[in-house]
């Protein structure tokens, strides 16, 4: 598998890539505008993301504008929902308007930091991109 992690926090990215080092290869950004460029180079090629942990307070750009900008350049390629990458907003931000704003631009997960290792797993078998034992 193949993840972008994107948070401006250098503590943050380095737990969730370290969470995720065993389930698959980890890009990294440190905002937005960079996830979205990250992503568009890969949206083409055999390297294409499984899933993008994306945070929601960045400087450049936020998580909210980033999602936004990743579906469309999905919609412009003919991706239609729900067949693109699998978006994960993981954020401190655990307020009703950020959670439904989020869910209206196309993210899949909502995580609320902090977070164990073990939610990551569960969510990424929930993708059905990895079988945990029962």
């Known amino acids: 598998m193949r993840f972008l992690v994107v948070d401006d926090e250098l503590t943050n990215r380095k737990l969730l890539t370290t969470m995720l080092e065993d389930a698959g290869y980890c890009d990294v950004a440190v905002n937005g505008q960079e996830a979205v460029e990250c ?9 294409a993301y499984d899933v993008i942990f994306l945070d929601i307070k960045m400087p450049v750009m936020d998580g909210h504008e980033a999602l936004k900008q990743i579906r469309a350049l999905e919609e412009k390629k003919g991706i239609f929902v729900g067949d693109g990458v699998k978006i994960v907003m993981v954020t401190a931000l655990g307020d009703k308007k950020n959670i439904l704003e989020a869910f209206h631009e196309g993210c899949e997960y909502y995580l609320v930091k902090p977070f164990q290792q073990k939610k990551i797993l569960e ?10 034992e029962e």
Do not use: H, P
């Open 123 to 132: 969510l990424l078998n929930e993708m059905d991109l990895l079988k945990l």
């Open 39 to 47: 992503f568009r180079m890969t949206l083409d090629g055999e390297q």
